[in-house]
């Protein structure tokens, strides 16, 4: 079953804008993960961040986490064509063994 | 490093027909391989854990009998999909955890886009 919650469902902006996506989830996690995925591709790993951290920079990506809301931001700045690709959230599931995936946003940035 | 693989990347099979999916991790051991099925627009949903050397442990509502998987090794998993049929046309990714790496920590593979007619 999914944990996270994304919205938008999907995002439409022009290049040069930034791009702001949103996760909750619903039980206690020691961390949130935030992939990429390509059109038909696997996954790409772009940032972790921990329970105990409130943000995280990685070049032009910002992760946010609120532990008290259970929710997430993934902030792309000055977004490029090529960031095009579907967004999705990963949580731990209860006992922390498993990864639970949110139902991504669909990102289109158009050149 | 760390990298998994998936053989085949697409396959197209008769309905009725078996099809079996590898998943290997080429530069690294994973006693664990997590299998997962993602449909058109949606989001990945997990269907089985992959253990080495025991049985797989299958999420509810995903059917033992027709995903069969085997994890022969520290470095393969294979999925069949049994008398397969169009619903089950589907993308399957797998993922690896290394062993002795972080718990949180999995490598994802490119997947497998299975269309049976």
Redo the contacts between chains.
């Keep these: ?2 944990q996270g919650e994304e919205d938008p469902q999907a995002l439409s902006i022009q290049e040069g804008e930034n791009a702001t996506m949103n996760c909750s989830y619903k039980t206690s996690i ?2 949130l ?1 935030w ?1 990429r995925q390509n059109s ?4 790409v ?1 772009l940032i ?1 961040i921990r329970s105990n951290e409130r943000e995280k920079h990685s070049g032009r990506l910002r992760v946010t986490l609120d532990t008290s809301k259970k929710s997430s931001s993934l902030l792309i700045t000055a977004s490029r064509a090529a960031d095009t690709a579907s967004y ?1 959230c990963a949580t ?1 599931a209860p006992g ?9 946003t ?1 990102l289109f940035v158009k050149a | 490093g760390a990298v998994v693989s998936q053989h085949p990347s697409w396959v197209i099979c008769k309905s009725g027909t078996s099809v079996k999916i590898e998943c290997r991790s080429l530069d690294f051991q994973a006693t664990t391989m ?1 299998w ?1 099925r993602q449909f058109p ?6 269907m089985a ?1 992959s253990n080495e050397g025991s049985k797989a442990t299958y999420e ?1 509502g995903v059917e033992k009998d027709k995903f069969l998987i085997n994890h022969a090794s520290l470095t393969l998993s294979t999925l069949t999909v049994t008398s397969a049929h169009p619903e089950d046309s589907s ?1 399957y ?1 797998c ?1 690896a955890r290394e062993i002795g790496g972080n ?2 920590e ?1 490598y ?4 497998t ?1 299975l269309t049976v007619t």
Excluded: D
Aim: charged fraction near 10%; charge should be positive; proline fraction near 4%.
């Design positions: 079953s999914q020691n961390n993960q992939y038909g591709r696997g996954l790993h972790l999705f731990p922390g063994f498993k990864t639970i995936f949110g139902a991504g669909r | 997590f997962y627009k949606q989001s990945l949903m997990l854990t509810q993308f990714i993922s718990s949180y999995q994802f593979g490119p997947g886009r």
